[in-house]
């Protein structure tokens, strides 16, 4: 048939051809035109016929047919049989941030000074978050009580906490703390606001409800000054364990603990920050429902701690006393607020391998211990006292001494740099290592680094969330002081922690093969060329010498 025109829908001529439908018709016979035909498809007739002229063709596709199907249930067999028998993944347990990381306990107004008033405060503080994050490896920082009156007050005593709602002047306003706040979360670091719920300033606005300030005992009670544990609000005595200046709450009245909701309610508009409840012991299954109301309110975390973190001061025996509950919630550092800083380095690494909460104490990374003396600066905390002996001398203050960035104390405050006062106060308390000098060139391994170490490994899982077991220790072990334990997460490799602070050398040989076949020294310090870092040994036999220095080695199961 031939189809030819100009009518737009075919402009051309074009020969349509069709399929013979003769079965019998050879495949390349001519049509009338002289044209030969197409091949045809084969029909389901063809192919009945085909198989029974040429029977292998039917077996080859049977063949593949029974193939295809034994290939597929083998592979589906296989995928059944790795499921069933590949050991499942160990468990991992979800963390909160202060159990995934360590943390950095800051005194703001002791840190680093932006206003030339050689007190630090908060903005100081942001410009410093970078060695926070990146030098030490901080997780979330904890704030010392930064509420009005910590620092200014007419009595010049710290802690004299007046207002909950309010920022101490000397740390900043309103303003600056959220722009700590949002400092903090730009870099990854969560907020921690220490507010101290046991006692307030004898001025505090609510002392006007007087139902909520604890009544004073008929029998007397004596403060930790000394002195009568008496203060005199509107003519009435109420208790204060502290003295006259302050006054404790009444923990147990509703009423108090509602303001206490209203006090603390504020910060929970901070997403990721947390309110650290402390010094509040007997009340605190109340509090903790406090915070519970407020959590589930606002749809955010808050940590409620009832007692001081744990100073680890002591043996690590000691320590194995704990239950396992108290050893997961308690909070370990080397120094606090109330306690000063201790050239220990054994202690400061067993709160990165014991399990807990780690808080490193600022300043701490720089192990350097601080002593009394009558020396007063002309910067924080200038002549302020403390409230437990109305002294300027205490272990308590020396809790609040600036941060030694460096000698000449410009990176404290830029107001330092043409006077040598900063100086003479590094002197007065022999502080012969600063931030500068510890993370200078060419230095070589100094507590800084150490402290780097440790927060670097405590990301493994068996320290994070793992098992404690002290190692049986032998007569042996008992004499020359070691103290071995060994930390575990089901699933995962273990460690084995070799502790010692005693000053007299001694050595000694030790089999680690009940727990690992092979160990891997991860840290070792002092460092010894016996031990190189990350070069498998065996832990049969395991030679440890200490010559009288701390010892920290830590190795890893192979």
Not at 293 to 309: D, I, R
Not at 324 to 336: E, H, Q
């Amino acid at each position: 048939m031939s189809l030819s025109g100009t009518n737009g829908r075919v402009p051309y001529d074009e020969e349509v051809g069709f399929l013979p439908t003769s079965k019998d018709s050879p495949d390349t016979n001519e049509n009338e035109a002289g044209q030969k035909d197409t091949y045809r498809l084969l029909t389901r007739e063809d192919l009945m016929q085909l198989d029974s002229k040429e029977p292998l063709w039917l077996r080859l596709r049977w063949g593949l047919f029974i193939l295809f199907w034994i290939v597929w249930i083998g592979l589906l067999l296989a995928a059944i049989l790795i499921i069933v028998f590949t050991p499942k993944c160990p468990p991992r347990p979800v963390l909160p941030f202060w159990r995934s990381s360590a943390g950095y306990w800051v005194n703001p107004f002791a840190y680093a000074d932006s206003t030339g008033d050689k007190i630090g405060d908060l903005r100081g503080l942001v410009e410093r978050l970078g060695y926070i994050k990146s030098t030490i490896g901080a997780g979330f920082i904890v704030l010392s009580s930064i509420f009005s009156g910590q620092f200014t007050n007419d009595q010049k005593t710290l802690g004299l906490v007046d207002d909950f709602y309010t920022i101490d002047p000397a740390a900043g306003t309103m303003e600056d703390f959220k722009y700590f706040v949002r400092s903090c979360h730009k870099n990854g670091i969560h907020v921690v606001l220490t507010m101290d719920f046991n006692s307030v300033s004898a001025k505090h606005s609510w002392t006007d409800s007087t139902s909520m300030l604890e009544p004073y005992p008929s029998g007397g009670r004596i403060s930790r000054l000394g002195g009568d544990a008496r203060t005199v609000i509107q003519g009435t005595g109420y208790y204060s364990v502290l003295g006259s200046q302050f006054v404790d709450l009444n923990l147990r009245e509703s009423v108090t603990l509602d303001r206490v909701s209203l006090g603390s309610k504020w910060f929970a508009k901070y997403p990721t920050s947390q309110i650290y409840l402390n010094e509040s012991v007997e009340v605190v299954r109340r509090i903790r429902k406090v915070v519970d109301e407020m959590s589930e309110s606002s749809g955010k975390p808050k940590k409620a701690s009832p007692t001081n973190p744990l100073v680890i001061n002591n043996n690590i025996l000691t320590y194995d006393m704990l239950s396992v509950d108290d050893r997961d919630s308690m909070a370990l550092a080397a120094a606090s607020t109330t306690d000063p800083r201790q050239s220990d380095l054994v202690a400061l690494a067993s709160t990165f391998l014991l399990p807990g909460t780690c808080l490193l104490y600022y300043g701490s990374e720089l192990n350097e211990e601080t002593r009394n003396t009558k020396f007063t600066a002309d910067f924080y905390p200038f002549d302020e006292k403390t409230v437990f002996t109305g002294s300027n001398e205490t272990d308590v203050l020396l809790s609040q001494l600036a941060m030694p960035w460096d000698q000449s104390g410009v990176g404290f405050s830029a107001m330092l740099s043409n006077v040598t006062s900063f100086t003479e106060y590094l002197k007065a308390f022999k502080f012969n290592e600063t931030v500068e000098s510890a993370t200078s060139s060419g230095r070589g391994i100094t507590s800084l680094s150490l402290v780097q170490d440790l927060v670097a490994i405590r990301k493994n899982e068996s320290l994070l969330w793992g098992g404690f077991r002290m190692l049986q220790p032998s007569r042996i072990t008992e004499e020359l002081n070691f103290e071995i334990f060994e930390r575990k997460a089901e699933g995962f490799p273990a460690f084995i922690i070799v502790l010692r602070k005693e000053s007299n050398a001694v050595s000694g040989t030790f089999d680690f093969s009940s727990v690992c076949p092979s160990i891997i020294p991860k840290i070792i310090y002092p460092p010894n060329r016996n031990f190189p870092i990350d070069q498998p040994v065996s832990s049969q036999r395991v030679y440890l010498k200490s010559d009288g220095q701390p010892m920290i080695y830590v190795f890893k199961c192979e």
